[in-house]
C-alpha cells in the first residue's frame, strides 16, 4: 500500500512538472465521500429476529488529469472503507488503494482517438453501460475504445475488452464473475433539440462447459444486445423512449431471448418545479421454466448499468440480485422541487412482474409491491454538497415468493422494509493549469 501511495503522489508530480513544457491542461482533483445508512429492509425484505445495520461507508479518491495536443490520460486512485473496519494502530489496511481508473487517450487525427486501459464506460441514460458511481467502489472496465467524431455532433465508439486470470505461460480458466470479452459499436447523434443513440454489444461470458467432470472446462456464451434511445429536451417538455432486444445464449449457455422496453415524460411547466410518469419493462422467465432444460431464457439483463438509479433506491432489481428471474415492470412518478438551493424529490414507484410467479402449482398475482423514494440535496459551499434520503417499500405476498423462494410463506413482506442515508461530497481541486 505505502509503495502505491509513493507511486501515486510521484506520478502527480511528473505530470506538474511536464505541465511546464507540453501540457495544455493539468488538473489534480480529490473526493472523500462518507456516507451513512440505516438498512432495514435495503435490497430484499427484512426477516423476523433480525437487528437493523447501521455504518459509515467512505470513498476517499485522488484524481489527476493530463492533455496536450497529442493525447490525454487520467489516474484515479481510491480507497473505498467502512469506518473502524480496522484497528486504529494496526499496520495496513483491510481495503488497501485500487485503481480505479488509468488511461491514456491519444489523438489519431483531428476526429479520430484510440482509448486504452481501465476507463468508466458510459452511455446514454447508463441503462447498459454505467458507472456505478452510488456505490462507493463504482465500475470501470479494462477496454480499448475506438473513437470517431466526424462531426461536432456524432460520435461513434468501437469497444473491446478481454480479460484472463493472470499473465501465465498457458491457459488458465477464468473463473471471475466478470464478462470474459466483449465488443461493442455505440453511435450518439444530435439534432437540434433531438438526439438518438444505437447500441451493439456482444459480450461473451465464461461457464463451464462439463460441470461434472469436476476440472472446469471453459467456453465462452455470447449474447448479443442491440437498441435505440430517442431523447427530446423541449423547454417545457422532456421526453425520452428505448428499446432493446437480447440474443444468443446466456451464462448457462441456453438460449436467449428478451426485450426491454421504456419511456418517460417530465413536465416544467412551473419554474422550479416538474413532475413526470415513466414506465420501463424487462422481459422475464415463468418461475415454474426458470432452469428447466431447453427453455429459452426470457430474462433482460442490463448488464453493465449503473443500476440503483432505476427501479427504485431500495435496489430491490438488478442490483446484483433478481438477475434472470421474472422480469420487472416499473411504473413510477418522479417530482421535483427547487427552492433557492435545496433540492427535493419524490418518487413512488409501482413494481410487477414480467412473468408468472408461482408457489406450489398456484399462479400469484404480478404485483410486487409500492415504493416511495424521498431525497434532498443541498449545496453547504463550493464543491461540498449534503444528499440524503429515505425510502419504504410496501411489498406483497409475490415479492416473498421472488425474494425468499425457499422460504415463500415468511411474511417478510409484512414486516417494515425502510432505508435511510446520509452523505457528505467534498471535490475539492488542488491544483489547476492551463497552457496554451
Not at 452511455?123 to 470501470?140: E, K, L, P
Not at 430474462?299 to 443500476?307: E, I
Request: charged content about 20%; glycine content about 8%.
Amino acid at each position: 500500500m505505502n509503495r502505491l501511495l509513493s507511486s501515486s503522489f510521484l506520478s502527480l508530480i511528473i505530470i506538474f512538472l511536464a505541465s511546464n513544457i507540453l501540457a495544455q491542461t493539468v488538473k489534480i482533483s480529490a473526493q472523500i465521500r462518507p456516507r451513512y445508512e440505516y438498512r432495514h429492509g435495503f435490497k430484499t425484505l427484512f426477516p423476523d429476529d433480525a437487528n437493523a445495520a447501521n455504518f459509515i461507508s467512505q470513498r476517499t479518491r485522488l484524481n489527476g488529469f493530463f492533455e496536450n495536443k497529442a493525447f490525454r490520460a487520467y489516474v484515479s486512485i481510491q480507497n473505498v472503507r467502512v469506518w473502524g473496519d480496522v484497528n486504529q494502530l494496526n499496520t495496513d489496511d483491510a481495503k488497501g488503494l485500487t485503481i480505479h481508473e488509468a488511461w491514456g487517450q491519444a489523438f489519431l487525427g483531428e476526429k479520430v482517438s484510440l482509448k486504452l486501459g481501465r476507463q468508466e464506460i458510459i452511455y446514454d441514460d447508463h441503462r447498459i453501460f454505467g458507472s456505478v458511481d452510488w456505490a462507493q467502489q463504482a465500475r470501470s472496465h479494462d477496454a480499448a475504445l475506438l473513437i470517431w467524431k466526424p462531426k461536432e455532433q456524432h460520435k461513434i465508439e468501437i469497444g473491446i475488452a478481454y480479460n484472463a486470470m493472470n499473465a501465465s505461460l498457458y491457459k488458465e480458466m477464468y473463473t471471475n464473475s466478470n464478462y470474459k470479452t466483449f465488443q461493442l459499436v455505440h453511435y450518439h447523434g444530435d439534432f437540434g433539440k433531438s438526439g438518438l443513440s444505437i447500441l451493439f454489444l456482444n459480450n461473451g461470458l465464461a461457464y463451464d462447459a462439463d460441470p461434472d467432470s469436476g476440472n472446469y472446462d471453459e467456453k465462452v456464451a455470447f449474447s448479443q444486445t442491440i437498441g435505440a434511445r430517442y431523447t427530446h429536451k423541449g423547454d417545457k417538455i422532456k421526453f425520452n423512449v428505448a428499446t432493446y432486444y437480447q440474443g444468443g445464449k446466456n451464462k448457462a449457455n441456453n438460449s436467449l431471448s428478451a426485450v426491454y422496453l421504456a419511456g418517460d415524460v417530465s413536465l416544467h411547466l412551473v419554474k422550479d418545479f416538474s413532475f413526470g410518469l415513466g414506465f420501463e419493462y424487462l422481459s422475464g422467465t415463468n418461475t415454474k421454466d426458470k432452469g428447466v432444460s431447453g427453455e429459452t431464457d426470457k430474462s433482460f439483463s442490463p448488464f453493465f448499468g449503473t443500476n440503483h438509479k432505476f427501479n427504485g433506491l431500495m435496489d430491490y432489481f438488478y442490483v446484483g440480485n433478481h438477475g434472470g428471474n421474472v422480469g420487472l415492470v416499473d411504473i413510477y412518478i418522479p417530482l421535483k422541487l427547487k427552492i433557492n438551493k435545496l433540492n427535493l424529490g419524490l418518487a413512488p414507484h409501482y413494481f410487477m412482474s414480467a412473468a408468472t410467479v408461482s408457489d406450489g402449482g398456484r399462479d400469484l398475482s404480478n404485483g410486487l409491491g409500492t415504493e416511495f423514494d424521498f431525497t434532498i440535496s443541498y449545496p453547504i459551499v463550493k464543491s461540498v454538497t449534503l444528499v440524503a434520503g429515505y425510502s419504504q417499500m410496501f411489498a406483497t405476498e409475490t415479492m416473498q415468493v421472488v425474494k425468499y423462494p425457499g422460504n415463500p410463506s415468511g411474511d417478510y413482506n409484512k414486516n417494515t422494509n425502510n432505508w435511510g442515508w446520509i452523505m457528505v461530497a467534498f471535490n475539492p481541486t488542488f491544483f489547476t493549469k492551463e497552457q496554451k
